[in-house]
């Protein structure tokens, strides 16, 4: 019997903070970049290039990064811990590896990585992160504030759950912004309040822009609950001064709102006069307590030198809430049940690696430094390309894993974006993958000064690979410009 009926779901009739919700790192240039790449695999020869190079996202170890050999040592031997028995493990693991692991399965009930975990997350492992945060930032860390995730996003999401409750509660955010956190707060239906960044003084964080923007949301009856600080920046990859980070804790204690402090990029930096302090420092630095600020901060296994973004690991360090919230918010993290527990393990290795005097340690340091100071190679070597470009213009990346150049287009390629529908950047950013395989996101998709131009392209690619990058990316542009010059 046929049915008349319609589908009971239609884009239509589902939630439509879904349909608000937006993901550039992702989006249309990066699934038309995965369409060519099946092209590339079923019929070799069928495009100018032949291969994808996924700019878009901080994805290390897809782009080639080996893994640090003593995590992924300690990480085997607590998943299969009949290891630990036999006789040839002593020959093919370090000494400090089978200690490690030894110690992490003492703290897991049943030893079993295949068994649900507390709900914050194992409490031996929350207190080796503990311990790790006190030795780096010279405070006492509490194993009580950490909830162990999977990944930094499930803690931003689970934060944004419990501030927003209506379109009337709003977050300052950077723009340009990981979209992570415009997308979190359409999904919870809350308002996005903007502070822009200053591209003229490297990306810097002006004070009085952000309250300019906040007495703005006020004035239009938005509650601000809360203000994001991603510290290094991403897409943009500045890193904050200390006096900066000050006045941003001052700002937030006289304001009212949480300090959300997205630190997962600590790891990279790549200046000699930069250095990472996290807000919880600073704050306790400047003679703030647990009870004067409310801080959460955010820490991912993906990032850094590991890159273990597979893996699934991460925490947040929750200071400054009230028991009956942080009850809340234990309740929230136990419908979830736990965390994963490699993610959990590998977090609790990131913030305790080994320690001088271990046999790891030669070998952890050489492998670490190595993939920094790569990266800070690549870094220099992408950005001097970018500023060689006719209309183009880049900052430094003083940290994290990204490149944001300003395009200068001509109108004509702006018209043409127009007529196919397109933001100019977004235009640019497709025309660059068809002709070259680079995928790199539209700095439409992060936000920026209406009338400007960006992209984001990570600093990921193998050394030996950047050269290829970099004369693809210069006949791309100069064939480009050339086409639509006014």
């Not at 040839?88 to 897991?108: K, M, N, P, V």
């Not at 810097?204 to 809360?226: F, H, M, Y």
Request: with cysteine; net charge negative.
């Amino acid at each position: 019997m046929s049915s008349t009926a319609t589908s009971p779901v239609t884009v239509e009739s589902i939630n439509p903070k879904i349909l608000k919700c937006q993901y550039a790192v992702r989006g249309e240039v990066v699934i038309h970049a995965q369409r060519l790449q099946q092209e590339l695999l079923t019929n070799p020869g069928s495009h100018p290039f032949d291969e994808i190079l996924y700019c878009n996202i901080g994805n290390p170890q897809s782009l080639g990064q080996k893994p640090i050999t003593f995590f992924r040592e300690v990480l085997a031997l607590c998943d299969h811990p009949a290891l630990l028995d036999k006789d040839e493990t002593r020959a093919l693991f370090s000494s400090d590896a089978i200690a490690r692991a030894r110690q992490i399965l003492g703290s897991i009930p049943g030893r079993a990585t295949g068994a649900y975990s507390h709900s914050q997350g194992i409490k031996g492992l929350r207190d080796a992160i503990a311990a790790g945060i006190t030795a780096r930032d010279g405070f006492t860390a509490n194993a009580d504030d950490i909830f162990l995730t999977d990944g930094a996003s499930p803690g931003v999401h689970m934060m944004m759950q419990l501030l927003i409750s209506s379109e009337k509660d709003g977050i300052l955010c950077p723009i340009p912004q990981y979209p992570l956190y415009s997308a979190s707060i359409a999904l919870h239906g809350g308002s996005l309040v903007p502070y822009y960044l200053e591209e003229a003084t490297g990306w810097g964080l002006e004070l009085s822009e952000v309250k300019k923007q906040l007495e703005d949301a006020r004035s239009k009856g938005i509650t601000v609950r809360a203000l994001v600080v991603i510290n290094p920046g991403n897409p943009t990859g500045q890193v904050l001064a200390e006096d900066n980070q000050r006045e941003i804790v001052e700002f937030c204690k006289n304001e009212g709102l949480v300090l959300l402090a997205d630190e997962v990029y600590q790891e990279n930096i790549y200046v000699e006069d930069k250095k990472f302090n996290s807000f919880k420092k600073v704050a306790r630095s400047m003679g703030y307590g647990e009870e004067d600020l409310p801080i959460v901060s955010f820490q991912s296994v993906s990032k850094g030198y590991y890159g273990e973004c597979g893996k699934r690991g991460g925490y947040m360090e929750i200071t400054g809430f009230n028991a009956a919230v942080r009850e809340q918010i234990y309740k929230v993290a136990s419908v979830n049940l736990c965390s994963n527990i490699t993610g959990q393990i590998l977090a609790s290795l990131i913030m305790n690696p080994p320690k001088p005097g271990d046999e790891s340690y030669e070998s952890y340091i050489k492998e670490k430094n190595g993939i920094l100071s790569s990266l800070a190679r690549r870094a220099k070597a992408l950005e001097d390309a970018f500023n060689s470009l006719e209309g183009v213009t880049c900052n430094k990346a003083e940290g994290a894993m990204y490149l944001f150049p300003q395009l200068s287009l001509p109108q004509k390629a702006i018209e043409a974006a127009k007529a196919a529908n397109k933001a100019a950047d977004a235009f640019y950013a497709g025309r660059l993958l068809e002709d070259t395989g680079i995928v790199v996101v539209p700095g439409s998709g992060f936000g920026q000064v209406p009338g400007t131009w960006h992209f984001r392209c990570t600093i990921l690619p193998q050394e030996d690979k950047i050269p290829a990058v970099i004369s693809r990316l210069k006949a791309f542009h100069e064939s480009f410009m050339k086409e639509f010059h006014d």
